[in-house]
């Protein structure tokens, strides 16, 4: 069987598991790869093809109930030595860019005599093509060509939230970016009106640049370099494979590293990175280095090392019952991204993606296959009994209640100001924007990964210090704005604002605050606080 593929010619079939490659056994008996893999579990046969050099060979044994043995073999033609095209390339970068072809050198693809044209190879027509000593080729690498051998690789991570991070380009946090943080004095070929440097070194590094192609061929200098995970390529493809695997050595030990997820999960909105090193996995992490086994081919949780799980384990890595996914979201339960916490699958149905047929629960699974690995189910049940409750608190106190608090404040400062309104010119577009995006991100991240003193004191206090502190009385001065406005709308809006934050501030959760607590739990703290004073006086 041969498939030839073009570096715009692969047609990747929206699956979970890859491309649905058609097998035929000696009876004519058609199977996928799905299948395949469904049958015997770690075993996927995987569609790989190097351009030019390597052709596509699958043999596959499955054992039909009531059927007999079903083959479908054919040869692979491994390449033994370095393409000519590569060894030219070598020729001159070995000695102009002696870091990079030592970096190659370490790398499998040197081993596997995968050369710099096999990766950059470049097909006539290609809008960011150009000749280089005789070649046509192209600089950046999509994932496009990448699929050419890592053809599930590619399909999983082409279908996950890391592929579409580019999509971010339209929320809050890029408006920041372009508009209050920024501004247009950045002026390229591709954006000869400008655009925010902000962006363009903030929001972009991460999550990816839409990569425009200059008139002559290069690459604009806003939209590159670029390694976002998102990045929109000229190829049209989503995604950055070197936004892990970090050119030119793709170093599996590498990628495996926490810090290598740390370069954007981290900071005040997704302290990932900052909340692994106060758990306990990251403590056994960073005491055990030595013993984790990182070179591993295999490395599988609960063969290979036992010391501790890094972000990859969890989220990606081999278990004992599972294969490497791509797709770091199929074991994570919930979104944790938005004002209020979402169902996982949710948003891949927003997205049209076919991961959203695994459900939230599918994913907790797969979660727990991972923790069995190291822990009883008394254990992991309970973690999740408590890491929910967590996310319950936060939606019930804070995130429902702010919601619409601040959509009513919104509505009365767009009738008090007219055509004056802009988001994030007032205080309180700050306060609610950081008590979710920063303080209710940090306490669901934080009880998520078992990391108490975020959990608490970057997590739930900071939410009950500004909720309390800043954002009641800032929305009271809404209040006073709209009754004293020339605009009867803006009357109207601010008596109804009125009346939902006084709703809000006598329920349960909140009227401790004005007065309000129930007696009998007022005098059992108490209690408890005279006990404890006598203690330790």
Same mark, same amino acid.
């Not at 063969?303 to 199929?330: I, K, Q, R």
């Given at each position: 069987?041969m498939?030839?593929f073009?570096?715009?010619?692969? =047609?990747a079939e ?6 649905l490659? =058609? ?8 199977f996928n790869?799905?299948q395949?893999?469904n049958?015997?579990r ?12 390597l @052709?596509l !060979?699958?043999?596959?044994c499955?054992?039909?109930a009531?059927?007999?043995s079903?083959?479908?073999a ?10 000519k095209e ?14 990079i072809?030592?970096?190659?050198g370490e /790398? ?6 995968v050369?710099?044209?096999e990766?950059?190879?470049a097909?006539?027509g290609?809008?960011d ?13 999509s994932?496009?060509?990448c699929?050419?051998?890592h ?10 939230h890391?592929?579409? !991070?580019g ?11 372009e508009?209050v943080?920024g ?7 591709a954006?000869?009106?400008g655009?925010?440097a902000a962006?363009?070194n903030?929001?972009w590094?991460?999550?990816?640049s ?5 008139k002559?061929g290069?690459l604009?200098?806003?939209?590159w370099?670029?390694t ?9 493809? *989503? ?10 050595n793709f170093?599996? !030990? ?10 954007c999960h ?6 990932q990175?900052?909340?692994y090193?106060?758990?306990k ?6 005491a055990?280095k030595d013993k984790?086994?990182?070179d ?5 949780v609960?063969?290979d090392?036992?010391a ?6 969890c ?8 294969p490497?996914?791509?797709?770091v ?35 907790k ?7 069995e690995?190291?822990?009883?189910m008394n254990?992991i ?5 408590q890491?929910e ?11 429902k209640?702010? /919601?619409?608090? @601040?959509? $009513? ?11 004056g309104?802009? $988001?994030?010119?007032?205080m309180?577009? @700050? ?11 940090r306490?669901?991240?934080a !009880?998520s990964?078992?990391?108490p003193?975020?959990t608490?004191?970057h997590g739930?206090y900071?939410?009950?210090?500004n909720?309390y ?8 001065e809404v209040?006073?704005?709209?009754k004293?406005s ?9 008596i109804?604002?009125?009346a939902?934050?006084? *709703? ?5 959760n ?12 007022k =005098?059992?703290? =108490? ?11």
């Amino acid at each position: 069987m041969m498939i030839n593929f073009g570096r715009t010619g692969i =047609k990747a079939e929206n699956s979970l598991w890859g491309r649905l490659i =058609k097998l035929k056994g000696r009876g004519g008996e058609e199977f996928n790869n799905k299948q395949i893999y469904n049958r015997k579990r770690g075993n996927l046969i995987k569609e790989e093809k190097m351009k030019k050099v390597l @052709y596509l !060979a699958i043999a596959a044994c499955i054992i039909l109930a009531g059927a007999s043995s079903v083959f479908a073999a054919a040869t692979i033609n491994i390449p033994t030595e370095l393409s000519k095209e590569s060894v030219e390339c070598v020729g001159c970068h070995k000695e102009m860019n002696v870091n990079i072809y030592q970096q190659w050198g370490e /790398s499998k693809h040197f081993r596997a005599n995968v050369g710099c044209y096999e990766c950059h190879q470049a097909e006539k027509g290609d809008i960011d093509a150009f000749e280089h000593e005789g070649q046509l080729i192209s600089i950046i690498v999509s994932p496009l060509d990448c699929a050419n051998c890592h053809g599930r690789e590619v399909d999983e991570f082409t279908n996950s939230h890391h592929a579409k !991070a580019g999509r971010i380009m339209g929320s809050l946090d890029n408006i920041l970016a372009e508009v209050v943080e920024g501004n247009k004095g950045m002026i390229t070929e591709a954006f000869p009106d400008g655009v925010s440097a902000a962006a363009v070194n903030g929001c972009w590094q991460c999550h990816g640049s839409v990569v425009k192609v200059n008139k002559d061929g290069s690459l604009d200098q806003a939209t590159w370099p670029n390694t976002g995970i998102g990045r929109v390529n000229p190829d049209g493809s *989503e995604g950055s494979c070197t936004a892990c695997h970090q050119r030119h050595n793709f170093s599996v !030990a590498q990628a495996r590293q926490p810090e290598n997820c740390g370069k954007c999960h981290m900071g005040p909105d997704h302290p990932q990175i900052e909340i692994y090193q106060e758990s306990k996995h990251g403590i056994n992490y960073y005491a055990n280095k030595d013993k984790m086994n990182m070179d591993s081919a295999k490395w599988v949780v609960g063969e290979d090392y036992f010391a501790a799980p890094t972000c990859a384990t969890c989220h990606m890595s081999a278990t004992p019952d599972m294969p490497v996914t791509h797709n770091v979201g199929l074991r994570i339960k919930w979104n944790n991204r938005p004002p209020i916490s979402k169902l996982a699958h949710e948003s891949d149905k927003k997205w049209n993606l076919p991961s959203a047929k695994i459900t939230g629960d599918m994913r907790k699974a797969n979660m727990v296959k991972v923790c069995e690995a190291c822990h009883n189910m008394n254990f992991i049940e309970a973690f999740y009994t408590q890491y929910e409750a967590q996310l319950t608190l936060y939606t019930e106190k804070w995130a429902k209640p702010g /919601s619409k608090l @601040y959509k $009513k404040a919104t509505e009365v400062l767009k009738a008090v100001k007219g055509d004056g309104y802009a $988001k994030f010119a007032q205080m309180i577009d @700050y306060t609610w924007f950081e008590l979710w995006h920063h303080e209710g991100r940090r306490v669901r991240h934080a !009880a998520s990964m078992q990391a108490p003193d975020y959990t608490q004191w970057h997590g739930n206090y900071d939410l009950a210090r500004n909720f309390y502190g800043k954002y009641v009385p800032e929305l009271k001065e809404v209040i006073e704005m709209g009754k004293h406005s020339s605009n009867p709308k803006a009357n109207e809006l601010a008596i109804d604002l009125e009346a939902l934050l006084t *709703e809000v501030l006598n329920s349960d959760n909140h009227k401790w605050s004005i007065g309000k607590e129930d007696s009998a739990a007022k =005098k059992a703290r =108490k209690e408890r606080r005279g006990n404890f004073l006598e203690r330790y006086k």
